[in-house]
């Protein structure tokens, strides 16, 4: 089968060399510059996606794992190709969040307001006139620029808020939640334009940069997941389910997740998620045993499919170096072209777990290697997994112990928050 993958970012770029491992012809097109030879040697590469169109034809597959594409997947869709990934609409659900919003609500969704501002001072205004401890987020994928308020008065938020206007200039989009308390879990599950294809996926995301959740927020330092057979799950039927008819009316074909915080007493929805999530897409891999390319084809026609899966607990560590989380101002210190080195020969299982993003393969010496690439810092990832969440993490920790690149980090504390006190309290809250 042949699959052309489109990525903006490589979320799930590792996909696209798990279906040529899988037996696929693969083409993979990276719109972001900073990224562009990243897998080199591991995928074959193209610089304009439309010219492959002939090549993969409509009996072939058309992935793409970022939004901003989702009217180019519903023209396709139209014009008869094989499409996984989103639509136009499904953008807007993550994007816009005054109209993710808006559908929650016009689907029986609670919601916890949201409050938009087309410059900086205007939020800091807001603030000042709503005192409280406030969360600000930047629309679009920069997570570096996030903020979780610890100041009832908000005056902390107030603080960062400034700093971005005289640094960064208004023309910032942004958006603030009124901070609440409790237990952070996402619910997931694909869709294929008609119905769910596969159990509910159940997550808990760590999101600050260091353990014990301190630090700037990140993409993803960090995901647990196992999946649900029970469509009855308290926190699907109160998210998810409700969404059906909208995914529906859209022709949404891909994984979507709605991200919450939870308490005793009641939720709240913090966003949407309409793509491939990263890590998650890599921890998937790991639980998966059908293979992907029967998976996402099935998504993409709108068929039924009996997804096979592991019963237990995964995690996914995110490896990485600096300027990780930030972008590089300049590349003079980044680690690019370093080898990324190995203790002791790893087995096949072994090799299975370590999902690749800003890596590439070639040869020196007479051998392959894998070094460096890119300038984000995103570097690999490692998953791990077992029938609890303590076996998951030692076979994950216990891999990356064998694996050397230079100025690595990494949080070590995945999951532990869950196994110390969450799972406990989301069992009595009757979460999970």
């Known amino acids: 089968m042949r699959v052309l993958f489109i990525s903006g970012e490589l979320i799930a770029g590792d996909i696209a060399y798990r279906l040529k491992q899988e037996g696929c012809e693969v083409k993979l097109y990276i719109e972001d510059k900073s990224r562009k030879d990243c897998l080199e040697g591991m995928v074959e590469k193209t610089d304009d996606w439309k010219k492959e169109l002939e090549w993969v034809g409509k009996d072939g597959l058309i992935v793409f794992d970022d939004v901003g ?57 807001y603030i000042k006139s709503h005192k409280g401890a406030w969360v600000v987020k930047q629309n679009g994928h920069e997570s570096a620029f996030n903020y979780v308020g610890m100041m009832d008065d908000g005056s902390d938020s107030i603080s960062m808020l400034e700093s971005y206007d005289k640094h960064l200039g208004e023309d910032m989009l942004i958006s603030l939640q009124k901070k609440v308390y409790g237990i ?19 997550n808990i995301e760590h999101k600050a940069l260091f353990n014990g959740g301190i630090g700037p927020q990140t993409g993803e330092m960090g995901t647990i997941i196992w999946y649900e057979n029970n469509e009855e799950n308290r926190l699907f039927q109160a998210t998810l389910a409700k969404l059906k008819p909208f995914l529906e009316k859209i022709n949404f074909k891909g994984d979507i997740d709605i991200n919450c915080i939870v308490n005793r007493k009641d939720f709240y929805p913090l966003e949407a998620t309409a793509r491939l999530g990263c890590p998650s897409a890599h921890l998937q891999a790991e639980i998966h045993s059908s293979p992907w390319k029967d998976f996402l084809m099935a998504v993409a026609k709108g068929d039924k499919y009996n997804l096979k899966y592991k019963k237990g607990h995964g995690i996914v560590v995110s490896v990485s170096i600096p300027p990780f989380p930030y972008k590089a101002i300049s590349d003079k210190f980044y680690s690019k072209d370093a080898k990324i080195l190995f203790k002791k020969k790893l087995s096949d299982k072994e090799r299975r777990r370590i999902h690749f993003e800003e890596v ?18 995103y570097i690999i990832y490692i998953t791990g997994f077992g029938n609890t969440v303590q076996k998951a993490r030692k076979q994950a920790y216990e891999l990356i112990d064998e694996i050397v690149i230079p100025k690595m980090f990494y949080r070590t504390d995945i999951g532990a928050g869950f196994l110390q006190a969450d799972e406990e309290l989301l069992k009595k809250w009757g979460w999970i």
């Open 184 to 202: 952070e879990i996402g619910v997931a599950r694909y869709f294929n334009g008609k119905d769910w294809v596969g159990p509910v996926e159940i």
């Open 69 to 125: 594409y989702g009217k180019i997947q519903d023209d396709l869709r139209k014009d008869g190709y094989n499409v996984f990934g989103g639509c136009e609409e499904g953008d807007r659900l993550e994007k816009d969040r005054e109209f993710g919003e808006k559908i929650f609500r016009d689907y029986g969704i609670k919601t916890l307001d949201t409050f938009n501002f087309d410059s900086i001072k205007s939020a800091v205004s």
């Open 360 to 377: 590439s393969l070639k040869e020196e010496g007479g051998k392959k290697h894998y070094f460096i690439a890119g300038n984000n810092g």
